[in-house]
Each structure stands twice: as structure tokens, then as C-alpha cells.
DNA sequence: AAAATTGCTATCGTTTTAGTAGTAATAATT
DNA sequence: AATTATTACTACTAAAACGATAGCAATTTT
């Protein structure tokens, strides 16, 4: 899994990662829908073509943003997982909504997410906990 | 300047709009570097090529996140300034910084960057209040 | 045993990007 | 005043990425 970086850079960087109309868009679905399988992501309202979608799950595991498993009772379905790192990216995601749903409205229709008047670092710690928390039913 | 949106959630939305490997870079040099000049940011260390620079101005303006202005000093260069819309994203940018200071160095060589370790609210603010007073200077 | 589901890969036309060259207008230099 | 340099682009073409669809193997369900 080759990469070449721009500069050294910490937000290049990451956007030489995650700096595409995708990557984060799986995230969100991750962090904040609980999607866990191919199918489950595939079918969000984006639509996401299956090719792009196995590229970029290949690319953040290979950055270790997630992990892939299988349960022991089901050996079709992969698991994905968000790795502690990848969880790291709440706050990026938290942002967006926030910047989105005060400026995107004027150019698209945009639904109304529900407590984006809490605090920020509660919202992060509580969509942090809720995941942690749905992992730990599953493994 | 023509977009289509995929889909009515915010985080798409504004990947729909800034979801590229350079528009949050061009964002960076205005907000970071204070930036103003196309010259400026074709000289970042990333090497943006002219045309997609041009594109991207283009479209940061059309969505009112940056203006283009000239001073009657000079007919020849342009400036471009942030908007209020542009200056808010300096928490993602903050956020960016952060998780690529975090976590890229175990790919890619990552400059240290002073001031990280304070808190986030003030690094925002302090960025923020830092472009105003440059702004004042020039117009 | 047959049908459906899941998780992909393959293919291919279209779109986007990247790199270079070139140009017009202004500004600086000689 | 004439030449040179700078700025802000646009134009062009090659390369890469994307997007839609089809297809397939391994499971799971019926």
C-alpha cells in the first residue's frame, strides 16, 4: 500500500490520507451510524460505488483507522472497526457537522441533527462512549 | 459555478464543496500563513499547479468563503481575503493539525508545530484574532 | 437443493487532476 | 523610454481517479 506524502505538513498529510470525497464520509457512517459491514456502508444514502468502497477500507486499514474481522458465528460478513486512532477522528467529524449545518443550508437542503447545541467536547466524549460501548456487545 | 450535493447531510455536504486534496491547503495558507496573493500560495511547499489553483479560488469564492479584492495601490495582484464563512473553519483546520501532529509521524516526517499542547478554544480564537488584525492592516 | 445475500473484483467510459507552456497586464529596472 | 520581471492567470495534453454496472465465489437462508 504505496503513499507519497506532499510536505511535512501535519494537515497535508492527513488530507494525502483522508482528502477525498470518501474516506470521511466512512468514518462518519462508522463513528456516528455504527455501520460495521460492507453492505451496511455501501447502502448509505451516498451511494458509494463498491469498487471505491473496498479501495478505501483497503487504505485505512492500512493506516491502522480501522481494523477487519470475522465473528466467529458468521463467516461471510467482515467486520470493520474503528481503531483508537481512527475514533480519534470524532473531533474532525464533529466539526464538520457543526460547519455544515451553519453554512450549507443556503446552497442544499440539510437535515436537523440533534444536539449540535452541546458542548463540543461532550458531544466528542459522547459519540466517543457510544461507540466503545456497541464494540464491546459485539467482541 | 454548478455543484451537486449527494445527499442532505452536512458532512457530505461540505466534503461536496471542500472534499479535495487542496482546498482546505489554500485554506491553511490564508488562515496559517496569512496568505493573500495567488503568487503566495502557488509558492506553498506542496506545489499547487496553477490551473487547479485558479479552479479553486473560483469556486471558494463562488461560495463565499474567501473574496478577491484589489488595493489601489497595486493593479496587478490580486488578494484574496477570508470571509467570516472562510474564517470558521479555522477549528477544523486546528482539528487537522492536531491529529495529523498526532499520528502521521509514524508515516511521514511532520514539523513540529509551537503552541499545539494549549487549549483548543484559544488556539481558535487566538488564529482568528491573529487574521482580523492583518486584515485591519491592509484595508 | 435452490435462492438469496455478502463481499468483493473486473471492466470500461467519463471526469478530474497534474504538469507544462504560454499570454496579457502591470510594475520594476536600467 | 525601453526592456525586463512579475503577477495572474488560461490552454493544452497526458495521466490518474472515479463511477456505474456486471459478475462471481463463498456463505447463509429458505
Redesign the pocket.
Given at each position: 500500500m504505496k503513499k507519497s506524502f506532499r510536505s511535512s505538513c501535519p494537515i497535508a498529510s492527513l488530507l494525502d490520507l483522508l482528502g477525498?470525497?470518501?474516506s470521511l464520509l466512512i468514518v462518519r457512517d462508522m463513528i456516528i451510524k455504527h455501520k460495521?459491514?460492507?453492505?451496511?456502508?455501501?447502502d448509505s444514502d451516498e451511494?458509494?460505488?463498491?469498487?471505491?468502497?473496498?479501495?478505501?477500507?483497503?487504505l485505512l486499514e492500512s493506516y491502522a483507522i480501522i481494523t477487519?474481522r470475522?465473528l466467529p458465528?458468521?463467516?461471510?460478513?467482515?467486520?470493520?472497526l474503528l481503531t483508537d486512532k481512527g475514533l480519534d477522528l470524532t473531533a474532525i467529524v464533529v466539526e464538520y457537522t457543526l460547519w455544515g449545518d451553519k453554512y450549507m443550508r443556503e446552497h442544499n437542503t440539510i437535515d436537523d441533527i440533534p444536539g449540535l447545541d452541546t458542548d463540543k467536547s461532550i458531544m466528542v466524549d459522547t459519540i466517543q462512549n457510544n461507540y466503545r460501548a456497541m464494540v464491546r456487545t459485539i467482541c
Open positions: 477525498d470525497k470518501w460495521k459491514t460492507f453492505k451496511e456502508i455501501s451511494g458509494i460505488a463498491p469498487s471505491i468502497l473496498s479501495a478505501r477500507l483497503k477487519k470475522k458465528e458468521n463467516k461471510k460478513e467482515n467486520i470493520y
